[in-house]
């Protein structure tokens, strides 16, 4: 559609932010090949001295990154020692070389279903199977708890599902979600690593968390769990309350209980593993002020850590939009996280994602208000932003009035958590498919004086 130079400006700046942490750009940025010299992040391995190079991962950035790896490793390299498997969201399969791309999940369904467990299988019998003379490279990316499922024995998926959803409505955190997930698991927290008997592991990490944690990132495959059962317990009982014995199933309180009784055995020898950042929230950010500037403006961070309520960065992005309007001076504002969305409460029909969510606050705000010269964007540098085919939304003049003159109510819409709709109708869907990275959001708030 043809755009206002504000809406143009913020759509290049985000994208600018999106392509910086392009998984295969950066995957080919750590790892270097000269001859019989390979290097991965500093480390350095004699070609020669490899049996062979097993690549395993899961992450919505899996297939970029996997591509990226071969194209550093050489035609030759990949042909005659590399095998792989990566488990990946469905719309990111594509043909590889050796790596074989694994279906895990249905596009936009961001939880686990039998086919990520049966790549997750697949995962552990590749590594269990190597040697000492083997290199194993690990690619995580966001994405992958719900791509790399595995529960105990006689844990079903179903069970691990409910735990899961039933901690998230509950408003447990990332991290207390980990802390019980992996305690039901045979591959969080450290038990991809258990498993492998490779000489020699090393984990590339594209972080999709805030802080860069890496026993959060993909719930910490290659990462040791320093949890315990009866801490996982804890947060069940506090998150449940009363109703916990009923609305947890048997096997997982059984299973914890057993893991927290049993008196701690000597653990297996473990692999030595490094875990490496490179990509991450902060690097789209940096790459989009600079593009931002590039465009002429004086451009802002708002940092990389903005995890508050997305209606609530909405209307905080709106009024810095508004109190700049009168500036002699072209600004930007970009930020970067992963807010929430509060569900309401509504027997009604409702889509939605909580950048969607964002753009759609601002609206309300400004719906009475001059929006000339503004645009605020907001959008999952995936390509996804809910159970959705956009990656996020954006508030301008364009998309108010074209949602004016179809009688479009934003505040309405905002009441049930509506969004996609809203913005289907009014021609405001950033949608870009996926983008073979995931390192979190970018929001961008761009205000043209001279427009």
Same mark, same amino acid.
């Given at each position: ?88 969201? !469905? ?24 086919? $990520? ?17 083997? @290199? ?5 990316? &966001? $994405?992958?708890?719900? #791509?790399?499922? #595995? ?52 984990? @590339? ?50 299973? #914890? ?21 490179? &990509?991450?929230?902060?690097? !789209? ?119 004016? !003159? ?26 870009? $498919? ?18």
């Amino acid at each position: 559609m043809n755009s206002s130079v504000a809406v143009s400006d913020a759509t290049a700046i985000w994208s600018a932010g999106v392509a910086a942490v392009d998984s295969a750009a950066l995957v080919r940025a750590v790892v270097r090949r000269s001859g019989n010299r390979l290097e991965i992040c500093g480390d350095v391995y004699e070609v020669d001295s490899i049996r062979r190079i097993v690549v395993v991962g899961a992450g919505k950035a899996g297939a970029g990154m996997g591509h990226g790896l071969e194209a550093a490793l050489g035609t030759d390299l990949v042909a005659a020692k590399v095998e792989g498997w990566i488990n990946v969201p !469905a719309d990111c399969v594509r043909q590889l070389q050796k790596i074989h791309l694994h279906d895990a999940r249905p596009a936009g369904v961001n939880e686990p279903n039998d086919q $990520g467990v049966r790549g997750s299988e697949r995962i552990l019998e590749m590594v269990a199977g190597l040697h000492s003379d083997d @290199l194993c490279i690990v690619l995580l990316s &966001g $994405g992958g708890s719900a #791509l790399m499922p #595995l529960p105990v024995q006689g844990i079903s998926l179903s069970d691990k599902l409910s735990v899961t959803r039933l901690l998230s409505r509950g408003g447990a955190s990332i991290h207390e979600l980990n802390a019980v997930r992996k305690r039901i698991s045979r591959i969080k927290g450290g038990g991809l690593i258990r498993a492998a008997k490779a000489g020699r592991v090393i984990t @590339l990490v594209i972080s999709d968390v805030v802080g860069d944690p890496l026993d959060v990132i993909a719930s910490g495959p290659t990462v040791c769990d320093h949890g315990t059962a009866a801490a996982a317990l804890a947060i069940l009982e506090r998150i449940t309350g009363r109703e916990g014995e009923s609305s947890i199933p048997v096997s997982v309180w059984n299973e #914890l209980r057993r893991q927290s009784h049993e008196a701690c055995s000597a653990e297996q020898p473990v692999i030595s593993c490094r875990n490496c950042i490179i &990509g991450n929230n902060e690097t !789209a950010l940096n790459a989009a002020i600079t593009k931002a500037r590039d465009l002429g403006y004086d451009a802002r961070s708002l940092g990389t850590d903005r995890q508050g309520i997305a209606r609530e960065i909405g209307v905080e992005l709106a009024v810095l939009s508004q109190n700049a309007h009168s500036s002699s001076r072209p600004l930007c504002w970009i930020g970067g996280g992963e807010p929430v969305v509060q569900l309401a409460t509504t027997s009604h029909p409702r889509k939605g994602g909580r950048n969607q969510e964002v753009a759609l606050a601002a609206m309300c705000r400004l719906w009475n208000e001059n929006l000339k010269g503004i645009a605020i964007l907001s959008g999952g540098t995936d390509g996804e932003d809910g159970p959705t085919d956009a990656a996020g939304a954006i508030c301008c003049e364009k998309v108010r009035n074209a949602a004016r !003159a179809a009688s479009l109510n934003p505040f309405d819409s905002l009441a049930i958590n509506d969004s996609y709709t809203f913005f289907a109708a009014a021609g405001g869907l950033l949608k870009t $498919g996926p983008t073979d990275t995931n390192v979190m959001d970018l929001q961008v708030v761009v205000v043209r004086p001279d427009e």
